[in-house]
């Protein structure tokens, strides 16, 4: 069993008979007190933000997570088919997992799934995206002065924002965490 000093940020650890993603580990000496570690750590399962301190030397259940790159080949249900590319062996993940980010998702993606005894448990998109516009408002001359933004649709259905220049057809690079408009890609 590993202690407080052997946490570090990004490591899974169970706290109170959750799996839980620590976010921010901190040392702290004050004055005449006993040192203590300052946690903050995210629950995989609802993905709600718990605080906590530890004592110096405290007993923690480090658990260990496995990474795999998986390619998206189509939803069943209320799962997404996927597979890897190595053995081609198709894995169900269930949708709910993506969270928000599920409206940029599209056929032939690579997906990063955390797999715990080989249950998956947490599955995110590449951190940027290349999606195409395909429906937005006409852009008026001479209106890209301003940092002012529209809606626009993209090639999945989903709604983002854009600058007044972007228009259909062209080809944007967006943020899969926050659904924010980065820059317009060049071909």
Known sequence: ??????????????????????????????????????????????????????????????????????????????????????????????????????????EGMDLKVSFENDQPILAELPNFIELVITYTEPGLRGDTATNTLKAATVDTGAEIRVPLFINEGDKVRVDSRTGDYMDRVKE
Not at 61 to 83: A, F, G, P, W
Request: net charge neutral; hydrophobic share 35%.
């Open 1 to 106: 069993m590993a202690d407080t000093g052997d946490i570090s940020i990004g490591m899974f650890i169970r706290y109170n008979g959750e799996l839980c993603q620590v976010v921010e580990w901190q040392h702290r000496t004050p004055g005449n007190l006993r040192a203590f570690y300052q946690g903050k750590m995210r629950v995989v399962r609802t993905g709600k933000l718990v605080e906590n301190r530890f004592r110096s030397g405290e007993g923690m259940d480090i658990t260990y997570v496995e990474y795999k790159m998986l390619q998206y080949l189509y939803k069943e249900n209320e799962s997404l088919v996927l597979m890897d590319k190595d053995t081609y062996e198709q894995i169900y993940v269930q949708a709910d997992l993506l969270g928000d980010s599920i409206k940029f998702l599209k």
